[in-house]
């Protein structure tokens, strides 16, 4: 490695560092192109209802492999799309492809919604619900299939643009979810005003410690007052999933129930899943 001296700081640079600085550096670079070279793809995550044992739908998670790096997580290439602009973009192919994909398991009523992820930034491009419309019109999907999964920094940001085109969704069928609910700076008044369907507790919150549990148990009873639904997200163990549902939360996504996975894989796992899983 190399050493940087000044009169004030070390500074080493180590061979992960300049392997990280280069995969940042990729991503900016690489990422524009992505999905025209056929790099970006789509997974789906089993939703289930905890109460009826039963497969509600899925979540479309986006994956990116990128040709040197490999398999790249959202978490490492989403925010270099928002500062530079390709969220909307890429959210909207997400929808498409989950849209086309999904499709014949919706038809057949093997699922009944596909949730997709959409970024804060699609309430400050214009005419977002009507760019929603053109690919469920160009697909065939119908918008009460769709759940909208909004994080809860767009409450804060937009609130106001956000609130209207989410009614038009809604009035037009589709339903909305608060992403990662607990994580941000959660307010009860945006709950109250938005028109949110469900509320997705984070999975940071549905570890079984005693303190955890009581988030949890709030966040029930407050989604439940507000006639809102829950899933609990990240179930990886049993006993995890027992305390969720002695909770009275709704649904359930976790490895535990299921892994992302290709709509190929989907498709076996609903035809295979043992519903006594969840007992
Ligand atoms: P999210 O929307 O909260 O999605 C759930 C994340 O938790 C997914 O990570 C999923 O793979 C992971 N997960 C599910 N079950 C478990 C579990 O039992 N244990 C653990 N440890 N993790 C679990 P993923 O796919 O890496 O996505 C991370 C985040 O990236 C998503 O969090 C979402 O905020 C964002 N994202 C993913 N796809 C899109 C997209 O198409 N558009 C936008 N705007 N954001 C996306
Ligand atoms: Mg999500
Ligand atoms: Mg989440
Ligand atoms: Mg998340």
Same mark, same amino acid.
Request: glycine share 6%; hydrophobic share 45%; net charge neutral.
């Given at each position: ?28 670079? &690489?990422? =524009? ?8 793809? $789509?997974? /789906? ?37 928002? *500062?530079?602009?390709?969220?909307? +973009? ?6 498409? %492809? ?5 499709? =014949? ?12 992820? /959409?970024?804060?930034?699609? /309430?400050?491009?214009? &005419? ?5 419309? #053109?690919?469920?019109? +160009?697909?065939?999907? =119908? ?24 009614? %038009? ?28 369907? *469900? ?7 549905? #570890?079984?410690?005693?303190?955890? *549990? ?5 966040? $029930?009873?407050?989604?439940? *007052?507000?006639?809102?639904? $829950? $899933?609990? %997200?990240?179930? %990886? ?13 709704? /649904? ?7 892994? =992302? ?10 035809? &295979?899943? &043992? ?5």
């Amino acid at each position: 490695y190399t050493e940087k001296r000044s009169s004030r700081h070390v500074r080493v640079f180590e061979p992960w560092m300049r392997e990280r600085h280069r995969l940042l550096q990729d991503i900016q670079d &690489d990422l =524009p192109g992505a999905a025209e070279r056929g790099e970006l793809s $789509v997974v /789906f995550q089993p939703v289930v209802d905890l109460r009826r044992r039963k497969v509600q739908g899925a979540e479309a998670l986006v994956r990116w492999r990128h040709p040197r790096h490999g398999l790249i997580g959202p978490a490492e290439f989403i925010p270099v799309a928002e *500062t530079q602009g390709y969220i909307t +973009a890429i959210d909207l192919w997400v929808l498409r %492809e989950a849209a086309r994909q999904l499709l =014949p398991l919706i038809r057949t009523g093997q699922i009944h919604q596909i949730a997709v992820n /959409f970024s804060a930034q699609h /309430f400050s491009t214009p &005419d977002f619900v009507g760019r929603i419309q #053109a690919v469920l019109r +160009a697909t065939g999907l =119908p918008l009460n299939a769709l759940v909208v999964e909004i994080t809860e920094s767009m409450f804060m940001e937009n609130h106001q643009t956000a609130n209207l085109a989410l009614r %038009e969704l809604i009035r037009l069928g589709a339903s909305v979810a608060a992403d990662d609910f607990g994580t941000g700076y959660s307010s009860l008044a945006y709950l109250q005003r938005l028109p949110l369907r *469900t509320i997705k507790i984070d999975r940071s919150f549905v #570890a079984t410690s005693a303190q955890h *549990t009581g988030i949890v148990r709030s966040i $029930v009873e407050i989604a439940h *007052t507000l006639n809102l639904r $829950v $899933v609990a %997200e990240g179930i %990886e163990t049993p006993a995890q999933l027992g305390v969720l549902r002695d909770l009275g939360c709704d /649904f359930g996504q976790g490895y535990l129930i299921a892994r =992302p996975m290709s709509v190929d894989d989907l498709s076996v796992w609903l035809r &295979d899943w &043992d519903a006594a899983a969840l007992t």
